[in-house]
């Protein structure tokens, strides 16, 4: 969701890594000059699909962390679909994190395979944390006819 009100930050032992999380899903994350990013085919809190079961050639992640409280060298990603096995995803941090910086991450799921509509959710966990720090929640829907 562009405005994060679908991000949670569970509560108890765990880190708190920066000040503001935003976390977007999109079909593309470019590269531009003057290091900019373009987002493509950005959803909101609802992935509206013409047909369920579906496949998309990619599904991209884009976690946004600024104001960064705590540095971190892993991130633990779970992607949790609607009636599917979880798709882990773990990528190294950025080498030159530092707190109070910002840094975005991109993460790209190739192919993502939607078998059903229903709730779906992003867990985030940094450092090798038992339960997420951050859980961004969505919807699939199949579009009525």
Same mark, same amino acid.
């Given at each position: 969701?562009?405005?994060?009100?679908?991000?949670?930050?569970?509560?108890?032992?765990?880190?708190?890594? *920066?000040?503001? #999380? !935003?976390?977007?899903?999109?079909?593309? #994350?470019? +590269?531009? +000059?003057? !290091?900019?990013?373009?987002?493509?085919? $950005?959803?909101?809190?609802?992935?509206?699909?013409?047909?369920?079961?579906?496949?998309?050639?990619?599904?991209?992640?884009? $976690?946004?962390?600024?104001?960064? $409280?705590?540095?971190?060298?892993?991130?633990?990603? *779970?992607?949790?679909?609607? !009636?599917?096995?979880?798709?882990?995803?773990?990528?190294?941090?950025?080498?030159?994190?530092?707190?109070?910086?910002?840094? !975005?991450?991109?993460? /790209?799921?190739?192919?993502?395979?939607?078998?059903? *509509?229903?709730?779906?959710? /992003?867990?985030?966990?940094?450092?090798?944390?038992?339960?997420?720090? $951050?859980?961004?929640?969505?919807? /699939?829907?199949?579009?009525?006819?």
């Amino acid at each position: 969701m562009l405005s994060g009100e679908s991000i949670e930050e569970t509560k108890g032992m765990h880190m708190k890594i *920066a000040k503001k #999380i !935003n976390i977007l899903l999109c079909d593309d #994350i470019r +590269q531009e +000059q003057g !290091n900019k990013l373009s987002f493509m085919g $950005v959803y909101g809190c609802k992935i509206i699909l013409d047909h369920i079961p579906a496949i998309f050639p990619k599904l991209c992640i884009c $976690v946004m962390l600024t104001g960064i $409280v705590t540095a971190f060298s892993r991130v633990d990603v *779970a992607l949790i679909l609607p !009636n599917a096995k979880t798709i882990p995803l773990a990528i190294s941090g950025p080498p030159d994190v530092t707190c109070g910086g910002n840094h !975005n991450l991109g993460i /790209i799921v190739s192919p993502a395979r939607i078998t059903s *509509a229903g709730k779906a959710k /992003i867990e985030l966990r940094f450092d090798g944390e038992k339960k997420p720090s $951050v859980i961004h929640h969505f919807e /699939i829907v199949e579009k009525q006819s």
